[in-house]
């Protein structure tokens, strides 16, 4: 998959000649420090090919531009740092000519109220403005720090740092992003309906494969071969299965399994959609939530019912978190507590969203009609308490474009008398939200992922995506 945890990031220190260029120096070497410190790769023009070491003049920046173009391929992000007031043109002529179109973060350093003379001050506060100013006359998108100028060393600028890296995740991962559509989508879910085309604007492609090539892989696993029993141990370690379910159904959900993964990993696939039910079911006799549930736990979202664009909100959340995501029904309400409410799936959750160990067992809802001996695979259990994100996109084909909405809530310790995959939510303002989505048309899956990662989402959409966005606060 596209998620990398370790990002490399194109820096440019800027300089202007009628400020002390020793401020730039010890900008450069701050900066380096810190981004190695805090875990990234870094691509910058060494100190001794330009005359300050840092980006000024139309050499200095096509030097730069030629470095990073070399890098195209490892480069997630460019870092700007203003040390001075800095070069406006040296810096905006670098990213002009490098054509990396990657997330840029600019920064700028604070001057100290007891070091403006002229040969400390800085004027990074000014400077940042004719940067800026630059990249929005040429139509470059970019990223601000939390506060207008800062120490490199603050923790405001580190917090800054990690978020611009996980935007640089999200915009980096769908560039390219290849989405698994396993299957056709259940003929009773026209809500599960998105546009390939609207997604492919964005960069997102979407692979297609027929059920019937899954299920004959599978039936083609001979039942003694060494990788169908590595499977069946690796079922049973991930969770508690009941004394009544026979080995015979554990080696079938093995074999969709194996099917699965072998064509997730032969496409180069990033995330899947699933038909989930009913052609599995009938025609070999297991769920499949078990073995979504364990490719995303490997970061390798899947989503139910061939939601592609529910499977690409989870993509962006794990994107975001470095964590697996989940998709979830907004399925109940909680009394009439109307701040909160009850998501739930059969459930295909990874299982470090649940709090106690999980059971592997049978479709509750599904089962009653389609016979329990062929719903094997269903992973049970409560969500753990906690923070978490919750997001969706949607392609709206009447208005052309991608819409979405995302905001943060809680997972809850209440209980609740459901089988299935229970997550108990306290979402603020819950009522408006509801009213939003009904109004506007979004489905009744959501994704959601553990932790506060809304910050990351909104800047990739505003900044760099362009696509519509609901923030519910």
């Known amino acids: 998959m596209a998620y990398k945890k370790k990002l490399t990031f194109g820096v440019i220190v800027g ?17 380096l420090a810190e981004l190695e410190k805090s875990g990234y790769d870094t691509i910058i023009l060494s100190a001794e090919e330009t005359p300050t070491g840092a980006v000024e003049t139309i050499q200095d920046a096509r030097k730069c531009a030629e470095l990073f173009s070399k890098n195209r391929n490892k480069i997630d992000g460019i870092i700007v740092v203003l040390p001075n007031f800095g070069d406006e043109l040296g810096i905006i002529n670098t990213i002009k000519y490098a054509e990396l179109r990657v997330p840029i973060l600019i920064q700028a350093i604070d001057d100290d109220n007891d070091k403006v003379d002229v040969k400390s001050r800085r004027d990074a506060f000014c400077g ?26 603050s923790d405001a600028f580190k917090n800054d740092i990690a978020k611009f890296a996980g935007v640089c995740r999200v915009i980096g991962g769908l560039k390219h992003a290849r989405i698994g559509a396993i299957g056709a989508r259940p003929a009773a879910f026209q809500t599960m309906r998105s546009s390939e085309k609207l997604l492919q604007s964005s960069g997102i492609t979407v692979i297609p494969v027929d059920m019937s090539e899954i299920l004959g892989e599978a039936q083609r696993i001979d039942n003694q071969a060494s990788q169908l029993k590595s499977k069946v141990a690796e079922i049973k370690a991930y969770g508690k299965i009941p004394s009544s379910i026979h080995e015979l159904k554990i080696a079938t959900q093995a074999k969709l399994g194996i099917a699965i993964e072998n064509w997730i990993a ?7 959609a699933v038909q989930c039910w009913e052609s599995i079911q009938k025609n070999f006799g297991c769920a499949s939530c078990v073995s979504m549930s364990m490719l995303g736990e490997k970061l390798i979202p899947c989503a139910c019912e061939v939601d592609i664009a529910g499977v690409i909100s989870m993509y962006m959340l794990a994107l975001a978190a470095g964590t697996p995501p989940a998709i979830l029904d907004w399925n109940n309400n909680f009394g009439e507590d109307r701040n909160m409410c009850v998501c739930t799936h059969c459930s295909n959750y990874p299982k470090s969203f649940f709090q106690n160990e999980i059971e592997i067992s049978c479709l509750d809802v599904l089962g009653t009609n389609l016979g329990q001996e062929n719903c094997f695979g269903a992973v049970k259990g409560k969500v753990k308490a906690g923070p978490a994100t919750y997001f969706r996109i949607s392609t709206d084909d009447t208005l052309g474009l991608i819409k979405s ?11 609740y008398g459901m089988d299935g995959g229970i997550a108990v939510t306290r979402i603020p303002n819950l009522q408006n939200l509801m009213k939003f989505m009904c109004k506007n048309g979004f489905e009744h899956h959501v994704a959601m992922v553990r932790g506060n990662v809304s910050d990351i989402i909104s800047e990739a959409i505003d900044s760099y995506l362009g696509w519509e966005l609901y923030l519910h606060e």
């Open 15 to 31: 300089t202007r000649n009628i400020f002390n260029f020793k401020l730039a120096q010890e900008g450069r070497a701050q900066i």
């Open 128 to 153: 940042k403005l004719s940067v800026c100013n630059n990249l929005y006359q040429y139509g470059v998108p970019f990223t601000d720090t939390t506060y207008h100028t800062c120490k490199i060393n």
């Open 266 to 272: 032969n496409n180069d696939i990033d995330a899947a």
């Open 405 to 415: 909405y995302l905001g943060e809530g809680e997972f809850t310790n209440d209980s």
